[in-house]
């Protein structure tokens, strides 16, 4: 697989992003000082310890949450809600239970009023490309997790988003369907040439599928480092599990974890509420 050249544009940009959460025992800052751009057809990843604010800062992204302070664009326009050039993919699949999956898949199209056959052609050709040919009729109870999470992203993918927004999809996935889903998430990302944002806990994913890699601190998050990386060109190729083994792979592996683990010490020594 070759290496994808970017685009110099920025699809997304944050400046001084700053977050709180407001409550009756005096709030949360979840996020403080995210200044981050990210890149069209980059595969970002996101790492940092529980509850530093990776979910909260997808949400701003998405426009599910306004920040407390900074700026959220989209193409240098605000971003004030959510929408469809924005797809997001939670760990929970989400879809309607009543409605068989071509339905599903269909729905933000019949919403958009796309003509009933563009809607037909359309969901076919995502059906084939998250590989679930042959399950049109069939409810979402009569399908697996995994199932169930290509169903999830074939219905954001017929929107034609310019960008993915992921917050641990494949959590609590088996670990064979886990590997499957990461080669499906990538060969989409090529296919489709897409801007990924992806969070995740684990550092072998994120290795696996990113081409930046961003690491935060404990809560408030802030950006603390951050990596390019090469090895999903490498990892989708043949002789592939060799790459994990190489020299650079576990100095990066063990760099990440790193950080990782010193941000989780100092978690246990904060107070709940700043
Ligand atoms: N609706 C809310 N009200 C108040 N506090 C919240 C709310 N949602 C999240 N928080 C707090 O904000 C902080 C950041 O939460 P967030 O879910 O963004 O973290 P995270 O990094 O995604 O966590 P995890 O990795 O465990 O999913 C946490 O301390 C959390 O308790």
């Given at each position: 697989?070759?290496?994808?050249?970017y685009?110099?544009n920025?699809?997304?940009?944050?400046?001084?992003?700053n977050?709180?959460?407001?409550?009756?025992?005096?709030?949360?800052?979840?996020?403080?000082d995210?200044?981050?751009?990210?890149?069209?057809?980059?595969?970002?990843c996101?790492l940092?310890?529980?509850g530093?604010g990776k979910s909260t800062?997808?949400?701003?992204i998405?426009?599910f949450?306004?920040?407390?302070a900074?700026e959220?664009?989209m193409d240098?326009?605000?971003i004030?809600?959510p929408?469809?050039h924005r797809?997001?993919?939670?760990?929970?699949p989400?879809?309607?239970p009543w409605?068989n999956?071509?339905?599903n898949?269909?729905?933000g199209?019949?919403m958009?009023?796309?003509?009933?056959?563009?809607?037909?052609e359309?969901?076919?050709?995502y059906?084939?490309?998250?590989g679930?040919?042959?399950?049109?009729?069939h409810?979402?109870?009569?399908l697996s997790?995994?199932?169930?999470?290509?169903?999830?992203l074939?219905?954001?993918?017929?929107?034609?988003p310019r960008?993915?927004?992921m917050?641990e999809?494949?959590g609590s996935?088996d670990?064979?369907?886990?590997?499957?889903?990461?080669?499906?998430?990538r060969?989409?990302w090529?296919k489709?040439e897409?801007?990924v944002?992806?969070?995740?806990?684990?550092?072998d994913?994120?290795?696996?599928l990113?081409?930046?890699?961003?690491?935060?601190?404990?809560?408030p998050?802030?950006?603390l480092?951050?990596?390019q990386?090469?090895?999903?060109?490498?990892?989708?190729?043949?002789?592939?599990?060799?790459?994990?083994?190489k020299?650079?792979?576990?100095?990066?592996?063990?760099?990440?974890?790193?950080?990782?683990?010193?941000?989780?010490e100092?978690?246990k020594?904060?107070?709940p509420e700043r």
């Amino acid at each position: 697989m070759d290496e994808r050249k970017y685009k110099a544009n920025y699809v997304v940009t944050l400046k001084n992003i700053n977050f709180r959460y407001s409550g009756e025992k005096g709030g949360v800052t979840a996020l403080q000082d995210i200044n981050l751009g990210i890149k069209e057809g980059e595969f970002l990843c996101v790492l940092g310890p529980s509850g530093c604010g990776k979910s909260t800062l997808l949400k701003i992204i998405a426009g599910f949450l306004q920040s407390s302070a900074g700026e959220a664009r989209m193409d240098n326009e605000p971003i004030h809600g959510p929408d469809w050039h924005r797809g997001v993919i939670f760990q929970s699949p989400t879809l309607y239970p009543w409605l068989n999956v071509q339905d599903n898949i269909g729905f933000g199209l019949k919403m958009r009023k796309f003509p009933q056959n563009e809607i037909e052609e359309l969901t076919n050709r995502y059906f084939e490309l998250v590989g679930l040919k042959g399950f049109e009729r069939h409810k979402p109870y009569e399908l697996s997790g995994g199932m169930k999470q290509r169903a999830s992203l074939a219905r954001i993918l017929v929107n034609k988003p310019r960008m993915l927004l992921m917050d641990e999809p494949f959590g609590s996935l088996d670990s064979l369907t886990r590997q499957n889903m990461q080669t499906l998430i990538r060969e989409i990302w090529t296919k489709t040439e897409n801007t990924v944002f992806l969070i995740t806990h684990d550092v072998d994913e994120a290795l696996a599928l990113a081409t930046r890699i961003i690491v935060m601190s404990s809560r408030p998050g802030r950006i603390l480092k951050e990596f390019q990386t090469s090895f999903t060109y490498q990892i989708s190729g043949v002789g592939h599990e060799k790459a994990r083994y190489k020299p650079e792979y576990m100095e990066i592996r063990e760099e990440i974890l790193n950080i990782i683990n010193s941000q989780s010490e100092a978690l246990k020594f904060s107070s709940p509420e700043r």
